[in-house]
T-cell receptor, first 120, second 115 residues
Framework: AQKITQTQPGMFVQEKEAVTLDCTYD???????LFWYKQPSSGEMIFLIY??????QNATEGRYSLNFQKARKSANLVISASQLGDSAMYFC?????????????????FGQGTILTVHP | DSGVTQTPKHLITATGQRVTLRCSPR?????VYWYQQSLDQGLQFLIH???????AKGNILERFSAQQFPDLHSELNLSSLELGDSALYFC??????????????FGAGTRLSVL
């Protein structure tokens, strides 16, 4: 079963506008972490923002914020005031606190990604 | 710059060959993770080492192996290479294994092309 779902293969936004990238997840573990990474065309993976399952407030990091809705199991990334340099692939990822047999503790499970294009 | 160093950046080799990918984690990080990114499989976890010990295995083929050395750098060995092994291989490091704020920082990746 897919644990991380990003339903938007591609998104377009005008420069200086805000954009929301969707992410839903599936886990039965009460302790987990949610992450967003950015992958520009150059290929590197850049950490953007983290949300813990027990965090009471939505995470924010500069122009990035995470809209965490635990009951709906969604962790959408909001980028405010988009810039041309924000054009990239964006990945949502989850790390569960434990897994059956403890064989995958610590690993990140990634969604398929969303390509964001910022238009001038 | 994430502080994670991967070498080489690009690798072109032939089927049946063996290659070694190298990763130096961020200063102070004890955990090293290897991931494979391909067009058909997306980003897949391969293996995790913590302070020299293997902690978890993911979808890693038997032809692949890894180790983490006393200085904490890690190597991923890929042998009997096939065309399907062509991918971008990432190394990531983090401070420990605990969940809370255990951010994984990624290197720039090694792009492997098997011809």
């Amino acid at each position: 079963a897919q644990k991380i779902t990003q339903t938007q293969p591609g998104m377009f936004v005008q420069e200086k506008e805000a954009v929301t990238l969707d992410c839903t997840y599936d886990t039965s573990d009460p302790s987990y972490g949610l992450f967003w990474y950015k992958q520009p065309s150059s290929g590197e993976m850049i950490f953007l923002i983290y949300q813990g399952s027990y965090d009471q407030q939505n995470a924010t990091e500069g122009r990035y914020s995470l809209n965490f809705q635990k009951a709906r199991k969604s962790a959408n990334l909001v980028i405010s005031a988009s810039q041309l340099g924000d054009s990239a692939m964006y990945f949502c990822a989850m790390r569960e606190g434990r897994s059956a047999g403890g064989t995958s503790y610590g690993k990140l499970t990634f969604g398929q990604g969303t390509i964001l294009t910022v238009h001038p | 710059d994430s502080g994670v160093t991967q070498t080489p950046k690009h690798l072109i080799t032939a089927t049946g060959q063996r290659v070694t990918l190298r990763c130096s984690p961020r200063s102070g990080d004890l955990s090293v993770y290897w991931y494979q990114q391909s067009l058909d499989q997306g980003l897949q976890f391969l293996i995790h080492y913590y302070n020299g010990e293997e902690r978890a295995k993911g979808n890693i083929l038997e032809r692949f192996s890894a180790q983490q050395f006393p200085d904490l750098h890690s190597e991923l060995n890929l042998s009997s290479l096939e065309l399907g092994d062509s991918a971008l291989y990432f190394c990531a490091s983090s401070q420990g294994t605990g969940l809370a704020k255990n951010i994984q920082y990624f290197g720039a990746g090694t792009r492997l092309s098997v011809l």
